[in-house]
């Protein structure tokens, strides 16, 4: 293979690159033009094939997070917390000052496990005895901290706490956090 001067690839490259560029060019301005699209069908979905929930808003679920926060500062304790809405998404996560590096996913996860069961993560610990397969569901995590939040006896949303030297005060922190709603 024959070697190629400098000047020989300093040209080549700057071909390239100009190629390059008018083809970028290219597909920008393309992109640039409106295509004509249908109006979409007008249709009216009726009630029997919907259904509406509620949700804790943003401004809520940092209330929930803080008021967590706040009873274990009191308590000495350092933790994360996590707040989810009915379907296991995260609304808020906070990792306390100095909280250890575990407690941001164990706070997640409980507080998972407790919406997706409408119940307190300490007493589902319970449960495990009658059905110890609940512990293999993904994404969950069955120690106490996790406390639902509920409106109408339904889950809306669950806080979880983790980070604490026992399971009954992360709960008892969770608990904070879910009583802050109310006031």
Known sequence: MKKLSTRTRVVTGAVAVAAVGASVVGAVSASAETPQVAPAAASDVQNKNTFETSHLTVEAATKAAQASLDAAARAGQKISVAVVDRNG???????????????????????????????????????????????????????????????????????????APSADQDEQFAQAGVAALSK
């Open 89 to 163: 998404n995260v609304i808020v996560e906070l990792r306390g000052d100095g909280a250890g590096p575990q407690s941001f996913e164990s706070a997640q996860r409980k507080a998972y496990t407790a919406v997706s069961w409408n119940a307190p993560t300490s007493e589902l610990v319970k449960r495990l005895a009658q059905a110890p397969n609940l512990k293999d569901i993904p994404g969950t995590l069955f120690l106490g901290g996790g406390a639902p939040v509920q409106l109408k006896g339904a889950p809306i949303a669950a806080v979880g706490v983790a980070g």
